[in-house]
Structure formats: C-alpha cells, structure tokens
C-alpha cells in the first residue's frame, strides 16, 4: 500500500499543504536571492528564490558535485525579466535534510524525479519551465518525459540522459570507460570512505576535469563545497553511481517508474539542449539523441571554453535558453 501512494504522488497526486519558511538571510550568500525551507515528500527541502512570487516559474536543477551557486548569475537575469525561480539543493546535498531518519539515503533517477515532483506540489507550482544540468539534467528530462503536462518547457545541458539498469550493465568501449572512473571508485567500500574521508578534494578534481577550461577560485569551490558537509551526501552520492551499474538495489515504490524509463521514453515538451565546447565530463553526442525530442526542439553549442558546469561558465547563454524555450 505504501509503495502505490508514493506512486501515485509522482502520478498525479493532489498538491500538498506545506508553507516556505524563509532560512536565516546568512544562509543565502547568492545575489538578490533568498533561501527558503519548505516540506515537500520525503524531504526538508531548502531552496534560492528570485523573482516576483506571481511570475512564471523556472525550477533550477544542480547536479554532483555541485549546488544551487551554480545559478547565482541565472537566477538575477531571469528574475529581471519577471520569472520566478526556484533552486532547490538535492537530496543530499546542503541544508536539504530527510524527513524521517528511517527514509531510504536513496540516489536512484527516479528517487530524484520525484522530489522535483513533491517540490512543485508543495510550492504549488502547477506547471514550470525545468532547467538543469547533470543529476538535474536528468531529472527535468524525466519529469518531462513522464510527467509533461506538469512541464513549460525543458533546458538540458548534455541532452538526454534517460537510462536504466540494464543500460548501465552494458560495457561502453574503453575510451569511454575510463571517463567514467569515479564511478567504479564509488563501487568498492575504498570508494565510499575515501570520498567520506577527502570530499573537498575529490569534487575539486571533478571540477578541473570536467570543466578544463574554466579558471574557478578557491572562493568560488568553497561556496559550493559547503553543501557537501550534507550528513547525507555521501551516501546519496554512492548509491547513484552503485545503482546505475546494477550494484544497490532502489525502492520498490519505484519500480513502475525505472520500468517505464528504460524504454527510453520520448520528449515532446519545448526543448533546448545546450553542450559547452569543452566539457571534460561523458556526455553524448547531441546527434545521438535529437530523435528524442519529439517537440519544438533546438541544440545550441556553447563556445569559448564552457565545460560541465555550463550556468556558470555560461550564465547568459544558459537564462537565453530558458527565456526562449519559453516563447510561444
């Protein structure tokens, strides 16, 4: 019983009656914003906002290892043309807690979907343009895959990155096996410790990997690396990358999702996809996937160095996208 009522919040459940409570104005630390707290399924879910109340909304999805510093600059542009804009920390990540200290540490795609879902219900946000990049990425194309009609439109970077299990059982030729390395560091218990024991350092290599153009500062990382102290993080982190290659097993209250996913199901809302010119990270080609998108869609290629982490390397080509996927 309790797996068919989580399912059916992700389906089409009523919206929940939970009240955003503003966090301390220190918390924030991103321009013009302000970090709000609010319960929304599972999860205590803190978030940046912009922008009037009444305009319409734009959710901003991080990815690992990153956080909501990623949208500083977007954030203030969209809110400048009336939008109002929503950055929510992951699970695991930042002043983000769980609920319940009995919840599963769950990093499964579809886990991560759903609180996008739980967030717009609690928010009460009926329809909203995604956008994000990484772990957000994937959730917005998720979500607008199997829930379009919650979706304005969808901004991902790296396209679309949909998958299943069985999918990620399958070997990749070796170039591209060694791009995922971190990914089979985080599949042995040398793994998971090293990253509890040294996270600050480990993510500050992902950054010069994936995004080896981009000349970030110490104070820049830092802002960032706070949320990774999350009691939570290591764990959700973990989990993602065990159970891509079939090594942890998710929840059964989302089997009927992943099954539905792994048929690699079509978008038809508005999309924009957006690839930096040199991201280090594994990314598809944006060839491979444009047959996905079923709707008005449009790749752009963004030049002059943009790696992985493209809001903020590119902060006004990634607010363009989402202004003008949402143009009729």
Do not use: C
């Amino acid at each position: 019983m309790v797996e068919n009522i989580d399912r059916r919040r992700f389906l089409g459940a009523a919206a929940l009656t939970a009240l955003a409570a503003p966090l301390a104005p220190a918390a924030s630390g991103m321009p013009g914003s302000t970090l709000k707290r609010v319960q929304a399924g599972l999860l205590d879910v803190a978030y940046a906002g912009w922008g009037p109340a009444a305009g319409p909304p734009v959710i901003l999805l991080h990815g690992w290892p990153y956080d909501v510093h990623a949208f500083d600059e977007v954030g203030p542009i969209l809110a400048g043309q009336g939008y109002r804009v929503v950055a929510p920390y992951l699970r695991g990540y930042g002043p983000t807690r769980f609920r319940s200290p009995d919840t599963m540490r769950n990093g499964q795609p579809a886990a991560l979907a759903a609180d996008v879902i739980d967030l717009m219900d609690a928010l009460r946000i009926r329809r909203a343009t995604l956008a994000g990049f990484d772990w957000g990425a994937r959730s917005a194309d998720i979500v607008a895959a199997l829930r379009p009609e919650r979706v304005a439109g969808l901004v991902a970077v790296s396209g679309y990155l949909i998958g299943s299990q069985a999918a990620g059982r399958k070997p990749l030729p070796p170039e591209a096996e060694h791009q995922w390395w971190y990914q089979y560091y985080f599949a042995t218990e040398r793994g998971r410790l090293g990253y509890e024991q040294d996270r600050r350092a480990f993510n500050k290599l992902i950054w010069k990997l994936a995004s080896p153009r981009w000349a970030f500062d110490d104070a820049t990382f830092e802002r960032s690396a706070a949320a990774f102290d999350n009691p939570d993080h290591v764990a959700i982190v973990v989990h993602n990358y065990r159970w891509r290659l079939g090594l942890a097993e998710g929840e059964p209250r989302y089997d009927d999702l992943e099954r539905r996913l792994a048929g690699a199901p079509t978008i038809a809302v508005p999309t924009i996809t957006l690839e930096g010119d040199a991201n280090g990270a594994p990314h598809p080609d944006p060839a491979a996937y444009a047959a996905k998108f079923i709707g008005r869609y449009e790749h752009r290629t963004i030049e002059g160095g943009i790696g992985h982490n493209l809001p903020k390397e590119a902060p006004a080509a990634f607010a363009k996208a989402v202004l003008d996927v949402t143009k009729p």
